[in-house]
């Protein structure tokens, strides 16, 4: 289906929180394109602007595909609106990396925010809803999205990428 198409689900799916196995496990990757992908992308779309957020990874909603969806804005204020299954990530070469310390949020843990550095630039690549290789290239926002929504289906969450005492504040708090 159409990304425009796939937006306009309304199945809604409950989000899974940290600690739930699905959410620290890396997943499977996608091979089968056909109706019962399209649904889960359908609905996490669906998720994702209920939650009024700017990606969301399919181990948030309790499935462990390798695919997320994300509906953000670029370093130019560009809105991108897409999907990757199977991703990932490539940085700029390490002498033209720039990083940038931002507040960082995940829906599976409400609330809870943390200074978390990560580049300012991502090439994601993947695959589309129909199995066609694409290459997404991200700033802003979308770079950070990128990144952090392919942690998640690496089984891996911003959690992870703390230091060890904020952790515990953040989830003690929650």
Not at 6 to 31: A, F, K, Q, Y
Not at 62 to 70: I, K, S
Not at 78 to 86: A, M, Q, T
Not at 92 to 114: I, K, N, Q
Request: net charge negative; aromatic share 8%; hydrophobic share 40%.
């Amino acid at each position: 289906m159409p990304i425009e198409e796939l937006m306009r689900s309304d199945g809604v799916r409950s989000i899974v929180r940290w600690g739930v196995p699905v959410m620290h496990t890396p997943t499977r990757t996608v091979s089968d394109f056909g109706p019962s992908l399209q649904t889960l992308i359908a609905d996490m779309f669906a998720t994702n602007l209920a939650a009024d957020r700017t990606g969301l990874a399919a181990p948030k909603v309790g499935v462990d595909f390798a695919v997320f969806v994300f509906d953000c804005f670029d370093s130019q204020w560009e809105r991108r609106v897409g999907l990757v299954c199977n991703p990932s990530v490539t940085f700029a070469e390490r002498a033209r990396r720039h990083f940038v310390d931002l507040d960082e949020g995940c829906l599976s843990l409400p609330g809870a925010y943390a200074s978390t550095v990560r580049p300012d630039f991502a090439i994601c690549r993947g695959q589309d809803q129909y199995g066609n290789d694409i290459e997404v290239l991200g700033t802003g926002t979308l770079a950070r999205c990128l990144q952090h929504e392919t942690d998640h289906v690496n089984g891996l969450v911003f959690e992870d990428r703390l230091p060890r005492r904020l952790r515990k504040v953040l989830l003690s708090a929650n």
